[in-house]
Nanobody, 118 residues
Framework: QVQLVESGGGLVQPGGSLRLSCVASGFTFKVYDMSWYRQAPGMERELIADITSAGGMTNYADSVKDRFSISRDNTKNTVYLQMNRLKPEDTAVYFC???????????WGQGTQVTVSS
């Protein structure tokens, strides 16, 4: 069955770094655009980074631009989110998303908690 499994979250001090991973299975990963979203308590889920299926194009929310970097390895069915210079306001549950707009298919992971605190 389709699975997106995120990992790499945890507690980090302000200014620190984390690398999130999302491993996909059960679908053809290389034809899906991949995204990372996050949702803080009491807030709506927000798109923070996305990458096209072949990895040629990336986009970032202004709040994470120049600090976060999305990448993918289609040989490992994995998408990554490198997060640097973390701030307390980055605290949220981070979700991996897969979307194919031609097939009209979309999948979500279960999320991984990131907490930035001293």
């Amino acid at each position: 069955q389709v699975q997106l499994v995120e990992s790499g979250g945890g507690l980090v001090q302000p200014g620190g770094s984390l690398r999130l991973s999302c491993v996909a299975s059960g679908f053809t990963f290389k034809v899906y655009d991949m995204s990372w979203y996050r949702q803080a308590p009491g807030m709506e889920r927000e798109l923070i980074a996305d990458i096209t299926s072949a990895g040629g194009m990336t986009n970032y929310a202004d709040s994470v631009k120049d600090r976060f970097s999305i990448s993918r390895d289609n040989t490992k069915n994995t998408v990554y989110l490198q997060m640097n210079r973390l701030k307390p306001e980055d605290t949220a549950v981070y979700f991996c998303n897969a979307m194919n707009r031609i097939l009209l298919r979309e999948y979500w992971g279960q999320g991984t908690q990131v907490t930035v605190s001293s």
